[in-house]
T-cell receptor, first 113, second 117 residues
Framework: AQSVTQLGSHVSVSEGALVLLRCNYS??????LFWYVQYPNQGLQLLLK??????LVKGINGFEAEFKKSETSFHLTKPSAHMSDAAEYFC???????????FGTGTRLTIIP | GAVVSQHPSRVICKSGTSVKIECRSL??????MFWYRQFPKQSLMLMAT?????????EQGVEKDKFLINHASLTLSTLTVTSAHPEDSSFYIC?????????????FGNGTRLTVT
């Protein structure tokens, strides 16, 4: 079964600094991977998805992620953090033919003014 | 974009009562919907997969008699928490996928905060 691991339950960056949220997947078959963002007391919003096309995926709000098979990673980045980026971020994966989405444990991003 | 509506957003009920949560796909048909539960500061745990016109598939450890799921149409799934207890207090989130798009992203509702007193 597909599983994803997020390193770092909390990440703090200064406003304007680079954001890097880490996600590694475990699967012998390249999975479909997603990053979601959750604001307090709200559902999840899709940031971006990887579905075996381009390895560098651009999403909303200036976020992007790169699929690296050699590292089994799908880290989320943003060049310049904004205060509105403060939220919980979840990496999720799904294997082809399996509809169940597996979530990482989440990373809370704090932006320092 | 695709929208999933979840209602109510917050509900407070007394112990022993039942609560129904609705999940609707507003602009697409969803043969499959998923129900998740999220404890404070934790990730989402899949509770069950709701299939239109058939019985739901529950994850291991989830009581099917306590968490009743009905998926009567291609746009509506309901989760009923029966005989609620304080330990059922949690954030419940539904999600849906476009009909016929098995590996496309899930679209999520805004969640329901259930508090059982």
């Amino acid at each position: 079964a597909q599983s994803v691991t997020q390193l770092g339950s909390h990440v703090s960056v200064s406003e304007g600094a680079l954001v890097l949220l880490r996600c590694n997947y475990s699967s012998s078959v390249p999975p479909y991977l997603f990053w979601y963002v959750q604001y307090p007391n709200q559902g999840l919003q899709l940031l971006l998805k990887y579905t075996s096309a381009a390895t560098l995926v651009k999403g909303i709000n200036g976020f992007e992620a790169e699929f690296k098979k050699s590292e089994t990673s799908f880290h989320l980045t943003k060049p310049s953090a904004h205060m509105s980026d403060a939220a919980e971020y979840f990496c999720a994966g799904i294997n082809f033919g399996n509809e169940k989405l597996t979530f990482g444990t989440g990373t809370r991003l704090t932006i320092i003014p | 974009g695709a929208v999933v509506s979840q209602h109510p957003s917050r509900v407070i009920c007394k112990s022993g009562t039942s609560v129904k949560i609705e999940c609707r796909s507003l602009d697409f048909q969803a043969t499959t919907m998923f129900w998740y539960r999220q404890f404070p500061k934790q990730s989402l745990m899949l509770m069950a997969t709701s299939n239109e016109g058939s019985k739901a598939t529950y994850e291991q450890g989830v009581e099917k008699d306590k968490f009743l799921i009905n998926h009567a149409s291609l746009t509506l799934s309901t989760l009923t928490v029966t005989s609620a207890h304080p330990e059922d207090s949690s954030f419940y989130i539904c999600s849906a996928r476009h009909r016929g798009a098995r590996n496309s992203p899930l679209h999520f509702g805004n969640g329901t905060r259930l508090t059982v007193t």
